[in-house]
């Protein structure tokens, strides 16, 4: 008898390990030559629910694909990629540093009782790549506080847990502060690039809710046309167009990783009538949905 197919769509814990749910307090540090050689350089395009991940780039570089915006990495470089963020990363071979990857329950018990704790949950809410800030340029030595954090983690000494969130913290701090360096530098593509960053957590907030561009830019506090251009400069593609791009990204992985039936992923997306979602579907993929799921099962499915 034929297996039962999923019903539910797979998360990655840590790339390469598929995970329901991510430990609580989870919190793991490794060198990014020893990950990234395991898959020939290549960090295929995946998210992580519920785990935030630090990336400072020492030595090498390459090229990272973080929600959409494309950068070019070259050591020093700092990389900060909230839960649920999109991202890829192709590394030159021999590129090093370190990964810091941490639970959202811990990095919020880190955030909770700090007097600036609006302002460490921005840094921990916001992606950032960039150059990684001089010691001397934000007082901080990022290097140093996640190689502690690397030999802190395995350790397992009294008082590692304390340790680790206070590691944990000053590197949430040099991200805030990197970014505000950045920020003086060219003030604004930040708030552009950070502008359609909101505009994407947002999508994935109300994606089944069927809202207009006009009803995220009224969210957001800006007008369309100001949504727009920050849209195309950040990814090349119109708020409309990056609706509908997440709604077929996820009513494809509905038809592959699950059994429901085409009517009911397109009631959960939004949709009033699965005969509209049907021709919504065909004119952008190019074949009906029941075609696609047919297809789908003998090719490699859709990732992000």
Known sequence: MRAAEPRTIPVFGLYGEVAETTIPGFVHAERIGSS???????I???RHVNLS???VVTEGGGISRIDGRQD???APWLIWVPASVVHAFSFRPGTDGIVLSVADDFLGSVIEHDHEAARLREAADAMFSGRLGAPDEIDLDLRLILDALAHEVFGHLPGSISV??????????GVLRTRAARAIVEPAAVARADLHRRFRRLVEAHLRENWPVARFAAELGVSTDRLHAACTEAVGRA????IHDRLMLEAKRSLIYTTLSVAKI???LGFNDPAYFSRFFSSRAGMSPAAYRKRGHAEPAPQA
């Not at 990234?36 to 290549?42: I, K, M, N």
């Open 53 to 55: 991940q630090a990336l």
């Open 239 to 242: 708020p409309q167009v990056i």
């Open 164 to 173: 680790v969130a206070a590691l944990a913290k000053l590197v949430l701090v």
């Open 36 to 42: 990234a050689s395991l898959h020939g350089w290549e």
């Open 72 to 74: 070019v990495i070259v």
């Open 266 to 268: 397109a009631f959960d």
């Open 44 to 46: 295929g395009v995946h």
